[in-house]
C-alpha cells in the first residue's frame, strides 16, 4: 500500500474526533462561527448569486427526506442545500477567516456540508457541532501543509476534503471508507486560482459552495464502497506532485499546538480577510476629517502576501464587479475614507463609480511596509496614511484587527452582527430565536429546528 503521510494525519484527527467528539472551548467557538455564518447568508439573500442559485435549485425538489436551504421553505438533495447554503454564506466576504504563511481561506464556507448531512441523518447539535470543529481542523491543517490560495490552486481544495470528512463523520463511516471519501474529494476536484484573480466573476462566491458539494458526493460514493487512490497527497501523480510543494508534516500535525478553529478570525467588514485591519485603520484617519474631500494622498502599509492577492492586479484599482472590489484593498480602504466605514452596500454598481471614491483610488498607493511583512502571518497589520491638501498628515496603525483571533469580538457582538444582517431577512422575533438556538446547540436534539428557525413566518 503505497504511503501518505498527509491522509495517515488526517485520519488521525478524524479519530480524535470520534474518541472525544465534544469539548466545551471548541463547542462554544464553532457556536461562534455558525450564528455568524448565518447572518452572512442573510446578509447576501436577496443578493443575485444567491438568489440565482435558489432559483436554480427549485427546478429539483426532493419533497420529504431532503435537507433545508436558509431562509427557504425548499428541500433538495443534501449535496445541493450544502451548495447553496455555502454560496450564502461566502457570498459577501463577510464570514471568517485562516491565514497561514503562504495559504489562505474560510472554513467556515464549510458548515454547510456538516449542517446538510447532520439534518440528512438526524443527528443532534452536539453531533453537528463535533463535525464542524473536525471540519475546521482538517481544512486548517491542510491550509497549513499545503499552502495553496493564492498562486495557480484555489484553497477550496482543502475545503472539499473537510467537507468530506465532517460528512464521513457524520454517516458513521469506517476508517477505511473516510480515507477513500477525502481520498476521492481531493483527486478529481484540483479547482484554479483563476477564481479569485483579475476581474472577479460570480463563480468566486460559488466555489467553496461546490466544493461542499463535491466532498459530500464523495463521502457517498466511499460509503457505496467505491474505492479511491490510496496515496492522493503524496502518491505518484498525487496533489504534491501536481503543486510542486513538500507537505509540511509539521504543521499539518500540529502537535503541542490549540485547535485550530481558536486560531480563526471574524470579519467586521465585508472585504477580504487582507483589507480588515486596512478598513479600521482608514476608520481611524476618517474621524479626524471633516470630509474625503480634504484628502490629497493615502499610502496603505500591507504585507507582500495581502499586497499581490488583494491590490497586485490593475483591476483592483477600479473594480466593475462586487467580487473584484472585495477583494480590493484599494476600493476599501478608499470607500471607508469616503464614507468613515465599509458596509455590505457599497458594492453596488452605483458604488462602485462614486466619484468620490473613484478620486481617492486615483490617490491611493499600497505598499509593502517592513513592520507588517515581519508581523505576518501572526497578525494581519496593516497601516494607513493620509495626507491633506495643505500637507498634515495623518495616521493609523492596526496589528490585530477588532475580530482578530487575538482581539476577537465578543459574543454579544457576534450576535449584533447576526442581528444586523438576519433582521431584515426572517424579523427580529424569528432572529432572536434562531440566535438562543444556536447558543444552546449542545442540547438541541434535531438540527433541524435550527433550519426550522430560518425561514419566516411569511414563508411557512
Known amino acids: 500500500m503505497a ?26 467557538a464553532a457556536k461562534r462561527f455558525i450564528l455568524d455564518s448565518l447572518g452572512t447568508a442573510f446578509g447576501g439573500f436577496y443578493e443575485d448569486t444567491p438568489t440565482s442559485v435558489r432559483h436554480l435549485l427549485r427546478s429539483a425538489p426532493v419533497g420529504d427526506g431532503g435537507c433545508s436551504v436558509i431562509g427557504d421553505t425548499a428541500k433538495v438533495v443534501p449535496a445541493m442545500a450544502a451548495f ?15 491565514g497561514s504563511t503562504v495559504g489562505v481561506g474560510h472554513p467556515s464556507d464549510y458548515i454547510a456540508a456538516a449542517m446538510a448531512t447532520a439534518e440528512r441523518v438526524g443527528a443532534d447539535g452536539a453531533q453537528l457541532l463535533a463535525a464542524v470543529n473536525l471540519s475546521y481542523e482538517v481544512f486548517c ?43 476521492l474529494a481531493l483527486t478529481p476536484n484540483l479547482a484554479l486560482q483563476v477564481t479569485r484573480l483579475g476581474t472577479l466573476s460570480m463563480w468566486k462566491g460559488c466555489a467553496a459552495g461546490n466544493a461542499c458539494r463535491n466532498g459530500i458526493f464523495a463521502a457517498d460514493v466511499a460509503a457505496a464502497g467505491i474505492s479511491g ?30 485547535p485550530a478553529i481558536l ?32 484628502i490629497e494622498r493615502v499610502v496603505v502599509g500591507t504585507f507582500e502576501f ?31 475614507l469616503v464614507n468613515g466605514t465599509l458596509h455590505r452596500s457599497d458594492f453596488d454598481e452605483a458604488s462602485l463609480n462614486r466619484p468620490e471614491v473613484l478620486r481617492l483610488l486615483d490617490h491611493l498607493e499600497v505598499v509593502v511596509d517592513p513592520e507588517c511583512e515581519s508581523a505576518w502571518p501572526e497578525a494581519c497589520m496593516n497601516k494607513v496614511t493620509v495626507w491633506d491638501k495643505s500637507g498634515n498628515e495623518r495616521s493609523s496603525t492596526v496589528r490585530y484587527y477588532r475580530g482578530h483571533a487575538l482581539n476577537p469580538l465578543s459574543d454579544e457582538e457576534v450576535e449584533a452582527k447576526f442581528a444586523d444582517q438576519a433582521d431584515a431577512v426572517i424579523g427580529t422575533a424569528r432572529a432572536k430565536e434562531l440566535a438562543q438556538l444556536v447558543w444552546r ?16 413566518d411569511a414563508k411557512r
Open 229 to 258: 487512490p490510496e496515496a492522493p497527497f503524496e502518491g505518484r501523480g498525487g496533489l504534491f506532485e501536481a503543486i510542486g510543494k513538500e507537505p509540511d508534516m509539521v504543521l499539518m500535525r500540529r502537535e503541542g499546538m490549540r
Open 3 to 28: 504511503q501518505d503521510r498527509v491522509l495517515d494525519a488526517l485520519m488521525d484527527v478524524v479519530r480524535a474526533t470520534r474518541q472525544n467528539p465534544n469539548d466545551p472551548v471548541t463547542d462554544r
Open 306 to 336: 495581502g499586497s499581490r492577492v488583494m491590490a497586485g492586479d490593475r483591476e483592483k484599482w477600479h473594480p466593475t464587479t462586487r467580487e473584484t472590489a472585495d477583494h480590493s484593498i484599494p476600493y476599501a480602504v478608499a470607500t471607508a
Open 141 to 183: 491543517r491542510l491550509t497549513d501543509a499545503t499552502k495553496i490560495g493564492v498562486d495557480k490552486w484555489d484553497h477550496v481544495i482543502n475545503g472539499a476534503v473537510a467537507a468530506a470528512a465532517s460528512s464521513a463523520y457524520l454517516l458513521g463511516l469506517s476508517d477505511e471508507q473516510t480515507r477513500h471519501a477525502m481520498s
Open 84 to 98: 447553496a447554503n455555502s454560496a450564502m454564506i461566502r457570498y459577501l466576504d463577510l464570514n471568517d477567516s485562516y
Open 441 to 456: 446547540l449542545d442540547q438541541l436534539s434535531d438540527v433541524s429546528d435550527l433550519f426550522r428557525a430560518t425561514v419566516p
Open 263 to 294: 486560531d480563526c478570525h471574524i470579519k467586521r467588514y465585508p472585504s477580504g480577510y487582507f483589507s480588515q485591519g486596512a478598513v479600521e485603520a482608514a476608520e481611524n484617519v476618517r474621524a479626524e476629517f471633516a470630509g474625503s474631500e480634504d
